[in-house]
């Protein structure tokens, strides 16, 4: 069974830093797919990132960026630039793919102005 | 184009009652999957529907059932409510193929039993 563990419950930033979250997780398969999704206090869940593992250039969406380890199981996220409307919690995610999504515990983050 | 829609949005429940909650996925999405949140076990997969079949089920009693339509919306329904249940219940769509444009999910609906 695949499991994703995010070790940082919560996390604080200045308004316009860097921030990263960790991510790592476990699986046995080769090819599979990360994700890192936002939830806001609205409640849904917004995909920020995605990462296929057969492709070993790391994914970036404006100031969102991964460093994806294949090697050491990880898949960190870099915000650049943070915003207020950065506050939300964090959710890595793992799926081989047309199968469920398996969650970590997620990262409160809170960008303070 | 539009989201995925779930509904209603906030339901109040009394314990031993039934629930059915639904989903539209976005035009075109043909596979459902749900999840349930909860502050103490965290993102729960429940099941995923294709093409009206269940093609995947997590861990959950036979309480929690589902199913889908040829139009692609789904419906959840969770009989002789518990306590427990009280959670988030996210859905989420997605193309056919591999992966297609990842899941896009729904605002929810938040289930309160009492």
């Known amino acids: 069974a695949q499991t994703v563990t995010q070790s940082q419950p919560e996390m604080s930033v200045q308004e316009a830093e860097t921030v990263t979250l960790s991510c790592t997780y476990d699986?046995?398969?080769?090819?599979?797919?990360l994700f890192w999704y936002k939830q806001p206090p609205s409640r849904q869940m917004i995909l920020v990132i995605r990462?296929?593992?057969?492709?070993?250039q790391n994914a970036t969406e404006n100031r969102f960026s991964v460093n994806f380890q294949k090697a050491a199981k990880s898949f960190s996220l870099k915000i650049s630039d943070s915003q207020l409307g950065d506050t939300a919690m964090y959710f890595c995610?793992?799926?081989?793919?047309?199968?469920?999504?398996?969650f970590g515990t997620g990262t409160r983050l809170t960008i303070i102005p | 184009k539009a989201g995925v829609t779930q509904t209603p949005r906030y339901l109040i429940k009394t314990r031993g009652q039934q629930v059915t909650l639904s989903c539209s996925p976005i035009?075109?999405?043909?596979?459902v999957s749900w999840y349930q949140q909860t502050p103490g076990q965290g993102l729960q997969f429940l099941f995923e529907?294709?093409?009206?079949?269940?093609?995947n089920k997590g861990n959950f009693p036979g309480r929690f059932s589902g199913r889908q339509f040829s139009n692609s919306r789904s419906e959840m329904n969770v009989s002789t409510l518990e306590l427990g249940d009280s959670a988030l219940y996210l859905c989420?769509?997605?193309?056919?193929?591999?992966?297609?444009?990842?899941?896009?999910f729904g605002s929810g609906t938040r289930l309160t039993v009492v």
């Open positions: 995610a793992f799926s081989r793919g047309n199968e469920k999504l398996t």
């Open positions: 035009s075109g999405h043909r596979s």
């Open positions: 699986t046995s398969e080769n090819n599979y797919y």
């Open positions: 529907y294709f093409s009206e079949t269940q093609r």
């Open positions: 990462q296929e593992a057969y492709k070993q």
């Open positions: 989420a769509s997605s193309l056919p193929g591999p992966m297609g444009d990842g899941y896009t």
